[in-house]
DNA sequence: CGAGGTTTTGATGGAGGTCAAACCCCGTGG
DNA sequence: CCACGGGGTTTGACCTCCATCAAAACCTCG
């Protein structure tokens, strides 16, 4: 519910101590569509471009023109609309790998306000030739992104609470495994419960209480910015989840290849 | 919350009585960028083509591969998800002049399923050269089409249930005209009850008393199908809506031409 | 140690869900 | 012309999930 007082600018501390800066969000990419060298040789020399966005930055503004595609290597950023009154929902997040901005067609008039959730590292999107793979993965990317936003539509719709909660992690779970960044169940998760509850159309305290309630009943563990899903299948299947991209994304990059 | 029986065919009674019969989808297109006599003489020589899709027709299934973009000419369509236990969710609609599926980037499998809510006249999209008027109408289609979903999501994380049924008429009012198929505040709406509350999240008896208290606080008429908006503007501020178009559209589109 | 953000807990209320029946509207057909 | 039927709308009674308000407890970091 707290809106976001005014932001910083980016530093420009152009990598400092560089190696793998771009690594999970490369993992990323290969996981959506094959990538040739002449892809990885882009995605590097685009990583040295690379700045240190800070917490709350706005990638962009609705209603004012859309800045160049950002590639997210190292945090978390979200679309967010604030109402008149105050009242604030997140429609989507922003995860190493993905994509800020149009990959593809234009779109000059920002439809919706980005700001980082976390210290971000984004590099400008390298942009391969047509038919490349890179090409290729935005375009997988971009249609994921659609999916989760269909996706989220009916999570609001239609699910509970805890529901919802369930559904949200394992989306968070499942994307961040695509790009190596969970370990055994468990991943990084920078939100605080308020910004979860307003992403999930609920109050901080109601999204406490389903948490504990999660907890005892063995399904969750959340500590010092730490989650882990005891039975992601499981708790998968009590929510009828259905995820785009294990079913759907392989089948996109292999049906568009062939 | 019914779930649609199995559906029809669509018939190939191609336009018996033509003369304007896309009328309301070329005034959408040209409403959204310049159309010259090139990109309208592609849109009649397409809507030579036009089919009737019966009730419930589905257009794409979700996990199936996509067919080609159709143009809407007359009827309502709508993304749907069922989920296993029956629960159901609408989370867009495609209105006249409306493209369903992917109108420029590919996207081989359908992300989800759209089914046809009224009987419904359609036409393969045609295709114009890249830069024509055509393809850039498409453009800002698209663009709105996901700024409504971006739109869909608030409503359903952080509006009360009045505050949805006004933002979703005030939409849906909107988007009619464009098309001109509004008639002074007021327009054809072909969804129950039951529908509507299956797009804002809500059951159809709770629906129902918040449109009967909207009419009694002089809001609202809707009789036979048909709604009137008694004063969209104020509607509109009292419920803070921001509609992409009025302000969004036109400068898309104007940013892009220069 | 203290301060500020975050999480947790409790008590209470209200928006919206559920169940079930009645009503209405219209088209069908006898 | 009226009975019949079926989908849609309306109404009522009751309940529950989640919001609200407020305070306490907990971290974490300076």
Redesign the pocket.
């Known amino acids: 519910m707290?809106s976001f007082p005014a932001a910083l600018s980016p530093s420009s501390s152009s990598s400092p101590a560089r190696g793998g800066i771009a690594a999970a969000a490369i993992r990323r990419l290969t996981a959506l569509t094959p990538l040739d060298d002449a892809d990885l040789r882009l995605l590097d020399t685009a990583a040295d471009r690379a700045l240190t966005y800070p917490l709350r930055h706005a990638f962009q503004t609705i209603g004012r023109p859309m800045a160049d595609p950002l590639l997210v290597l190292q945090g978390w950023a979200a679309r967010v609309r604030i109402l008149p009154d105050g009242r604030r929902q997140f429609m989507s997040f922003y995860l190493p790998g993905d994509i800020i901005g149009p990959a593809h067609h234009e779109q000059p008039i920002a439809t919706a306000t980005v700001v980082a959730l976390t210290e971000c590292l984004a590099c400008p999107a390298p942009t391969g030739p047509a038919g490349s793979g890179l090409a290729q993965a935005y375009a997988v990317s971009e249609a994921l992104d659609e999916a989760y936003l269909l996706g989220r539509v009916v999570q609001l719709g239609r699910l509970?609470?805890?529901e919802r909660i369930g559904d949200f992690l394992l989306e968070i779970y499942e994307r961040l495994s695509l790009a190596g960044l969970t370990v055994g169940g468990s991943f990084e998760m920078p939100l605080?419960?308020?910004m979860l509850a307003d992403a999930l159309?609920?109050?901080?305290?109601?999204v406490?209480?389903?948490?504990?309630q999660a907890r005892r009943d063995g399904d969750l563990m959340w500590k010092?910015g730490r989650v882990l899903l005891r039975d992601p299948e499981r708790t998968a299947r009590t929510i009828g989840r259905v995820s785009p991209q294990v079913t759907g994304t392989q089948t996109m990059a292999q049906a568009s290849a062939g």
């Open positions: 707290t509970n609470a805890q605080t419960q308020e159309g609920l109050t901080p305290v109601h406490n209480r389903m948490i504990q010092s």
